[in-house]
């Protein structure tokens, strides 16, 4: 420690996330005379919460500025970060060492849209499938859906849907719609029964030929999912695409 330069608390100029199914990839950007490069070790905090964690990662210097990488896995994620959650901007401070020798204690408020953030292997649909959808044949001749919905909550803690609203299309026609309330999604894999109010008209003039030969159709889902959290609520877009099957009575 004797060794170390110590860098005043400022603010990362550059935040970049990219996201895959099981963690978020960090990378921080600042000014910093003479910082070197190599391993970084340190804690993070979000949203002015108490609650570190230790995170690992490498620091790349160039010119002034460096930048340090960290990987953050979902499960490490303590529920005070999300208990603080707020719907246009988020607080972070990142603390340790590049190389064991100089100190970093960067702190900040940035808007989400000032963030460049993008989306690993399948993005959104590593954590939301359209899992089945059934159409039964009544003995009215009327048709009935059943849709489920299989989501993943990579987290340690549960999550509460507030609320769901979408519509369901068919080959570009809209089938019908339904809305779902209070559910609770469990660490680990969720199914989700999503009811569907059908729009029986709709439904023959879009899948009429598929229905009479029993092939198979396929249904596209849109909407929005919302998690209800004590600071605001967080809105989680639908865009899903999953198989028909249907069914006599």
């Known amino acids: 420690m004797l060794t170390a330069f110590v860098a005043p608390i400022a603010s990362a100029q550059d935040i970049r996330l990219v996201v895959d199914a099981q963690s978020v990839t960090a990378s921080f950007s600042g000014p910093m005379d003479g910082a070197p490069s190599g391993a ?43 208990n603080r959650y707020r719907s246009y901007d988020f607080d972070y401070r990142l603390r340790g060492q590049i190389a064991g020798t100089r100190n970093v204690d960067w702190s900040g408020t940035r808007r989400y849209d000032d963030v460049e953030a993008e989306t690993k292997d399948s993005g959104g649909s590593d954590f939301i499938k359209l899992s089945s959808i059934a159409l039964t044949q009544t003995a009215s001749k009327d048709i009935g859906a059943r849709v489920q919905a299989t989501i993943e909550n990579p987290l340690s803690f549960p999550l509460k849907i507030s609320s769901a609203k979408y519509r369901l299309s068919v080959k570009g026609r809209e089938i ?74």
């Open 40 to 82: 970084f070790t340190g804690k993070l905090s979000l949203n002015r919460s108490s609650s570190e964690i230790p995170v690992t990662g490498t620091a790349q210097s160039s010119l002034q500025r460096v930048r340090i990488t960290i990987k953050v896995k979902y499960a490490d994620v303590p529920q005070d970060w999300f």
């Open 176 to 249: 019908g719609s339904g809305s779902l309330k209070g559910a609770t999604l469990h660490p680990a894999q969720n199914t989700l029964d999503l009811p569907v109010d059908l729009d029986q008209a709709a439904l023959l003039a879009a899948v009429g030929a598929a229905l009479r030969s029993s092939g198979p159709i396929y249904g596209h889902l849109q909407g929005t999912l919302v998690i209800g959290l004590p600071g605001a609520d967080l809105e989680v877009p639908l865009e899903l695409t999953g198989r028909a099957s249907l069914s006599s009575p």
